[in-house]
């Protein structure tokens, strides 16, 4: 399969330079026409294995595979010129081993066009990012609420409060130490996110985090409202598309029983040009 053209003009060693500078703007996106939108004004675009609950109606992001996360990532590098298009590596593509983790992120990167790649995992993956870097893999480390350990952590519960604060603390040191270029923290408490920014050397990347944070992200889905089966709390909706197209579809619905579309000027005669 050949690569897409690339013409980024962000990369992993630009975003890892903007630690404590101004804010680094990211969103997830898995579509041409969205990524070109967010590519506008974020600096980061991540291809995330939301996706398979966002698009593909799964309950959890557990069954996504390579190759959903291939085909979207084609489709987002499509629409990315400025900003650093970073995918998702899924469950079970990465945890087994640090070879199995090369390989498959090295599949990714060359079949979509991606600049780098997004793993979960603190401590435990401090070998595995260690190993990508090494071998020319730039990794985004992802700790605090990792979803894809759902099962593991029994639900979509805050990471970090109380004593557990230094194990949240361990894992992001540990995945800057192994060469990560930057961190997601999801759903750990403000104060805990804002010591964490001001501890380690990368740029971290709140979601239900802090203002505090070098970055931050949310599902594009989420924020404008075009996904509404749940609402975290850390989501803001800038939009409400969700319901504006469905009262678009209401309408068109209601005019197509009436035979009031298509109109006149929907339609096309006998007699003019061809368009």
Same mark, same amino acid.
């Given at each position: 399969?050949?690569?897409?053209?690339?013409?980024?003009?962000?990369?992993?060693?630009?975003?890892?330079?903007?630690?404590?500078?101004?804010?680094? *703007?990211? @969103?997830?996106?898995?579509?041409?026409?969205?990524?070109?939108?967010?590519?506008?004004?974020?600096?980061?675009?991540?291809?995330?294995?939301?996706?398979?609950?966002?698009?593909?109606? @799964?309950?959890? &992001?557990?069954?996504?595979?390579?190759?959903?996360?291939?085909?979207?990532?084609?489709?987002?590098?499509?629409?990315?010129?400025?900003?650093?298009?970073?995918?998702?590596?899924?469950?079970?593509?990465?945890?087994?081993?640090?070879?199995?983790?090369?390989?498959?992120?090295?599949?990714?990167?060359?079949?979509?066009?991606?600049?780098?790649? =997004?793993?979960? %995992?603190?401590?435990?993956?401090?070998?595995?990012?260690?190993?990508?870097?090494?071998?020319?893999?730039? *990794?985004?480390?992802?700790?605090?609420?990792?979803?894809?350990?759902?099962?593991?952590? %029994?639900?979509? =519960?805050?990471? %970090?409060?109380?004593?557990?604060?230094?194990?949240?603390?361990?894992?992001?040191?540990?995945?800057?130490?192994?060469?990560?270029?930057?961190?997601?923290?999801?759903? *750990?408490?403000?104060?805990?996110?804002?010591?964490?920014?001001?501890?380690?050397?990368?740029?971290? *990347?709140?979601?239900?985090?802090?203002?505090?944070?070098?970055?931050?992200?949310?599902?594009?889905?989420?924020?404008?409202?075009?996904?509404?089966?749940? =609402?975290?709390?850390?989501? =803001?909706?800038?939009?409400?598309?969700?319901?504006?197209?469905?009262?678009?579809?209401?309408?068109?619905?209601?005019?197509?029983?009436?035979?009031?579309?298509?109109?006149?000027?929907?339609?096309?005669?006998?007699?003019? &040009?061809?368009?």
């Amino acid at each position: 399969m050949s690569r897409p053209a690339q013409n980024k003009a962000l990369n992993a060693a630009d975003i890892l330079a903007r630690k404590g500078a101004a804010p680094l *703007v990211c @969103l997830t996106a898995y579509t041409t026409p969205v990524a070109k939108l967010a590519d506008e004004h974020c600096d980061l675009v991540l291809v995330g294995d939301s996706v398979g609950m966002v698009l593909h109606g @799964l309950t959890s &992001t557990l069954d996504v595979t390579m190759e959903m996360m291939t085909l979207h990532g084609r489709a987002v590098a499509r629409g990315t010129e400025r900003a650093l298009m970073v995918i998702d590596m899924p469950f079970g593509s990465y945890e087994e081993s640090p070879a199995q983790a090369f390989r498959n992120a090295a599949r990714l990167m060359a079949d979509t066009g991606a600049g780098a790649v =997004k793993l979960e %995992g603190g401590r435990h993956m401090a070998d595995t990012i260690r190993f990508l870097t090494e071998r020319g893999i730039p *990794v985004m480390a992802h700790i605090g609420l990792t979803p894809q350990a759902v099962n593991a952590i %029994g639900g979509y =519960k805050v990471q %970090g409060r109380g004593t557990d604060a230094a194990r949240i603390r361990d894992d992001a040191q540990a995945v800057a130490d192994a060469g990560a270029f930057s961190v997601v923290l999801e759903k *750990v408490p403000a104060a805990l996110a804002d010591d964490i920014t001001a501890r380690i050397a990368i740029p971290t *990347v709140g979601i239900g985090a802090s203002a505090g944070c070098d970055g931050q992200i949310l599902v594009i889905d989420d924020m404008l409202g075009l996904f509404d089966a749940f =609402k975290p709390k850390f989501v =803001k909706r800038y939009a409400h598309l969700a319901a504006d197209a469905s009262a678009a579809i209401e309408t068109y619905a209601a005019e197509v029983r009436a035979r009031s579309f298509p109109a006149a000027e929907h339609v096309f005669t006998d007699q003019g &040009t061809a368009s």
